[in-house]
């Protein structure tokens, strides 16, 4: 296991190009580029090229979430939000 290699996470199926190999306490931990984790080499295993999807250095930068997807969302909801009109739906329920 090297920089560079093609991995993929069992537990997951999570597939990553290794930027990082560490030891700690015995045990060998291989950061993906996909997530940013560092993944306990005991379970990961040889992928093959065609699964790797290569990680764009912007969603690199702010995460798989990213803080501008967070923010896209909400005024998404919010455009939503603004858009129904509650008139027409008919209250139900017990009580």
């Avoid at 045990?27 to 997530?35: C, V």
């Avoid at 690199?60 to 129904?84: K, M, N, S, W």
Wanted: overall charge negative; charged content about 40%.
């Amino acid at each position: 296991m090297m920089e560079g290699d093609i991995l993929k996470y069992i537990p997951t199926s999570t597939v990553g190009k290794v930027l990082d190999v560490r030891e700690r306490d015995g045990r060998a931990w291989a950061r993906l580029d996909r997530t940013g984790l560092y993944y306990d080499a005991e379970y990961l295993r040889p992928a093959d090229k065609s699964e790797y999807i290569e990680v764009s250095f912007k969603e690199r930068e702010r995460g798989p979430a990213g803080r501008e997807g967070a923010e896209a969302a909400i005024e998404e909801l919010r455009r939503t939000e603004e858009e129904v009109d509650i008139r027409r739906f008919t209250p139900s329920g017990g009580g």
